[in-house]
């Protein structure tokens, strides 16, 4: 988090960027998105369950399927938060394989960490605090990077989408999962309506703070549209980019491989 | 195109459940091992499904997704899979049925011989995975499937035929049914009887 901060800084001070719906400084950004997840780290685990009534699993075992992660891959998972890909991941690449879950906050970190090593996971894979902008990892490294729910998150997401591309081996793919545009207006009118008041009364009375979870539903209005996101994709250099919607396009997983 | 969520979720609630059926049947399923590696697509196009079946240690894994290669993806409709499953010469059937084959028959066969040593009760894990009307029309079905060629396949239909008759009512009883005919019978006896008594009394009308 501090590295990003840092980084944040030494951007342009007048820029502004959007944090939900409110216009903050760039600099600024990642260190409320921090306090964000600080606060709903403990609980992010049952929020996500109740959320999504469950279907977040289902979200995520596609991406894993879609991921074509076999034994002895090295595989990066962006935004890890707790753990869950990177459990599978884990169970996939065997012990000849490696498996790093990066989080650029610590409290998320702290909290899957403790969860796969209460699980029993450990030997095969790596907790790395790390910015997904300017990601700690040598050229050519990894066959798949995936970040699930953490694009939106990110200030610049450009410069995190080269920095996936760099560490990706020649032939890799980056899997995106995230929150996106329903292509009913009907799904899309009914899930405005959850989103703003289901969801923030749900994170007040589960996890506490409603506040935090109203930024999550305007996050999700302010991220790129399904064919914007596949279009910045393919801006930095991926290629054969495609994404999948799920749940009528509440989720899009998008996937690009490196050339 | 359906709804990746949807097929995931279906897919993976199936995989759970013949997983929880085959922890019943440890040494059978512990075969599945010698296929670990070998990946089968099930295309079902009536009714449609289409899935990808991995067989492990002890267990399967389901996907409804996969990029890679394909040992045998076979095609066809659910009935084409129910014959081929209950033929007494499985390759004979595959050859002469309707179903579409792609790649390495022996696997297919390898893995046929082993579900039908599976000596399982499907109903438990079914019907707690996909509560208890369609979890139990699932057993059975599933049971149809694996115990194929088997001596106990009697028993299966009849259980099914009893379920079909005495549980879901689907069709009335052999018993009923009967009843019915002898009722019909009779009746129709009895208006024979009153239409021959209806003409006699005409006659005599007549004749008088």
Request: glycine share 10%; proline share 3%; with cysteine.
């Amino acid at each position: 988090m501090v590295g990003s901060v840092r980084r944040a800084q030494m951007m342009s001070e007048s820029d502004k960027t959007h944090f939900g719906y409110q216009q903050v400084d760039e600099q600024d950004k990642a260190g409320l998105v921090a306090g964000v997840f600080d606060s709903v780290a403990g609980r992010y685990d049952l929020m996500n369950d109740l959320m999504s009534g469950g279907i977040h699993r289902v979200w995520k075992r596609f991406t894993i399927e879609v991921s074509a992660v076999r034994a002895g891959h090295r595989v990066l998972d962006i935004a890890g938060g707790t753990g869950d890909l990177a459990m599978k991941f884990s169970d996939l690449v065997g012990e000849e394989g490696e498996v790093v879950l990066a989080d650029i906050n610590d409290s998320m970190l702290r909290v899957g960490r403790d969860k796969l090593l209460n699980r029993g996971y450990g030997t095969n894979i790596e907790y790395v605090q790390a910015d997904a902008e300017s990601l700690p990892f040598p050229d050519d490294h990894f066959d798949v990077v995936s970040i699930a729910f953490g694009l939106r998150n990110v200030t610049h997401k450009e410069a995190a989408l080269a920095s996936m591309l760099r560490v990706l081996k020649s032939g890799g793919r980056l899997l995106i999962l995230e929150f996106s545009k329903p292509g009913n207006p009907l799904l899309s009118r009914a899930y405005d309506t959850y989103s703003f008041n289901v969801l923030p009364t749900l994170g007040r009375l589960v996890a506490g703070d409603s506040d935090s979870y109203r930024y999550l539903a305007e996050s999700i209005r302010m991220h790129p549209d399904q064919d914007t996101l596949k279009g910045m994709m393919e801006d930095v250099g991926f290629q054969r980019c495609e994404y999948y919607n799920m749940t009528g396009g509440i989720v899009a997983l998008h996937r690009g491989f490196k050339p | 195109m359906v709804d990746p969520a949807l097929h995931t979720a279906g897919v993976g609630a199936l995989e759970a459940a013949i997983n929880r059926a085959l922890a019943l049947d440890k040494l059978t399923a512990a075969q599945l091992g010698a296929l670990d590696g070998k990946v089968f697509r099930l295309q079902c196009t009536q009714p449609r499904a289409d899935f990808y079946l991995l067989p492990k240690p002890g267990r399967v894994q389901l996907k409804g997704f996969h990029d890679g290669a394909v040992t045998t993806a076979i095609r066809g409709t659910a009935a084409d899979f129910a014959g081929l499953a209950t033929a007494d010469d499985p390759a004979a059937a595959l050859i002469n049925g309707n179903i579409e084959l792609d790649g390495d028959s022996a696997p297919l066969m390898e893995l046929q011989r082993i579900l039908a040593l599976l000596d399982l009760d499907w109903e438990a894990p079914l019907v707690s995975a996909f509560g208890d009307v369609a979890g139990h029309q699932l057993a059975q079905g599933l049971r149809g499937l694996f115990s194929w060629g088997r001596m106990a396949g009697d028993s299966v239909l009849r259980q099914l035929e009893e379920f079909i008759h005495e549980e879901a009512r689907l069709a009335p009883p052999r018993a009923e049914v009967e009843d019915f005919y002898d009722d019909v019978d009779k009746l129709g006896q009895r208006v024979d009887r009153l239409a021959a008594r209806i003409a006699r009394l005409a006659s005599k009308l007549q004749a008088n």
